[in-house]
């Protein structure tokens, strides 16, 4: 606890303060307390000391930035990357890649104290892989900024009303990531520039896409510029006037988006807007370690729910008996069913529901089911434990993005439904950033 006076302004001038750092936030900012208020310190590690400047004032706490370090944590590292500190896609790379899993399996570990009251049996290895152009999806926002006579092109900064102006990115698919500088002068290049606000990108095994948001029709100029650049960099470029259904080939070609599960001999097709594990490195590690969890046997009937294009039902058809995956967007269920037969796979079943809404009257929710497999988005799985799981089901794994909403869940499955948290553990699937992954293991 820092014996630091408490920070105090004057004629509305912000003070600097000296603090002992205890903590990481859920955010990636140092946590420390000054005179029982506590005070967030961006880009500050735990154990540190620092001379910090007063930004912002709340009224349970207040944030501050570092403006001198006058002891530095030994997992303190260089930041790699030249937008650190102004861009909003990373904010843990001043920390050493194994301490940034320590600090992830700690907030973990504080969400199950803290909201679920539960403590796993045991604590599982973390799941990591290489740190750097790990990611194959991406939403980079543009803006025309009129100041600077020309079009950013990034993610956001750390302060999300502006866009930063990226020249490199270290966490991208390199195929993006080294020459974000030739994106931006395409777009300094183009008559309809300020009508673009955003760009996704999705790369699978052999393709790499670009889909331009534009809310004016491009110039027939314009579309040449895009052709000559997918072309000249080998991306295949899709246009979105509209909503997701209008994407579209700016040129006719298949743009054959799909990802492999060797382990499983699976070829999985996606469509470009649509959700996949940002990390296919550690998706591959994720399924196997979930299946490993699970242990589907050849008798075994099991419930994949929040399923996706069938990331995980897919492989465990190959070993159980029968698999059912629920997913509330129709498009990925289509998808889902199409890789199933694709994949030649015939005792695997799709359906399409509200799993945030009353489910027990749908077929499957009545059925009888031995595992379960829970992949749920940041909000997690809340109204849908308030009905399921039956008594049938003995074993269930969790996959989590969110530990907040893990953590309220798994006291729900050990309270209400019966269950033992037998393990949980954390995996890197976003290296530098302060989102939290993890999977857990409930049994009867």
Not at 62 to 82: F, H, I, K, N
Not at 134 to 159: I, N, P
Not at 399 to 426: I, W
Request: glycine share 8%.
């Amino acid at each position: 606890m820092s014996k630091a006076p408490r920070p105090s302004t004057s004629s509305g001038q912000a003070t600097t303060f000296e603090a002992v750092v205890d903590d990481l936030s859920h955010d990636g900012r140092g946590v420390a307390h000054v005179e029982g208020k506590t005070v967030f310190v961006a880009d500050a590690l735990p154990g540190e000391q620092v001379s910090a400047k007063l930004v912002r004032r709340h009224r349970h706490f207040d944030e501050a930035r570092v403006e001198q370090m006058l002891q530095a944590s030994p997992d303190r590292v260089a930041p790699r990357c030249r937008h650190f500190g102004v861009c909003g896609g990373c904010v843990l790379q001043h920390l050493a890649p194994a301490a940034q899993i320590a600090a992830k399996q700690n907030v973990l570990a504080q969400n199950f104290a803290r909201i679920g009251h539960v403590t796993p049996e045991r604590w599982l290895p973390p799941l990591t892989s290489d740190v750097w152009g790990y990611r194959r999806r991406a939403r980079l926002s543009v803006k025309y900024v009129a100041k600077k006579g020309r079009t950013l092109v990034g993610f956001r900064e750390r302060d999300p009303r502006f866009v930063a102006d990226l020249v490199h990115c270290d966490v991208l698919d390199p195929a993006l990531g080294e020459h974000l500088d030739a994106l931006g002068a395409l777009l300094n290049a183009l008559d309809g520039a300020a009508s673009i606000p955003q760009i996704e990108y999705s790369a699978g095994d052999s393709t790499r896409v670009l889909v331009f948001r534009h809310l004016q029709p491009l110039s027939e100029r314009d579309r040449e510029k895009l052709v000559e650049f997918g072309r000249g960099r080998g991306f295949a470029i899709l246009l979105q006037p509209g909503g997701t259904e209008s994407v579209h080939a700016l040129e006719p070609g298949d743009s054959d988006l799909h990802y492999t599960l060797p382990a499983f001999d699976l070829k999985l097709a996606f469509a470009p807007l649509d959700f996949v594990q940002v990390n296919a490195r550690i998706n591959e590690k994720m399924i196997a370690h979930a299946l490993e969890l699970l242990r589907p046997g050849a008798d075994d009937r099991v419930l994949d729910l929040f399923s996706g294009l069938g990331n995980f039902s897919l492989p465990i058809a190959r070993l159980a008996a029968r698999v059912c995956g629920v997913e509330g967007d129709a498009g990925l269920v289509e998808r889902a069913r199409a890789n199933a037969t694709a994949n030649g796979i015939d005792n695997a079943e799709f359906h399409v529901g509200d799993l945030a809404g009353e489910v027990r009257g749908s077929a499957w929710a009545s059925a009888d089911w031995d595992l379960m497999l829970l992949d749920p988005p940041r909000s997690g799985a809340e109204e849908l434990l308030k009905q399921l799981p039956g008594k049938s089901v003995q074993r269930v794994v969790y996959v989590s993005c969110h530990p907040a909403s893990l953590a309220r869940d798994a006291g729900t499955l050990v309270r209400v439904h019966g269950f033992a948290l037998r393990a949980a553990g954390v995996m890197d699937m976003f290296p530098h950033t302060a989102h939290v992954e993890s999977i857990a293991l409930f049994e009867r």
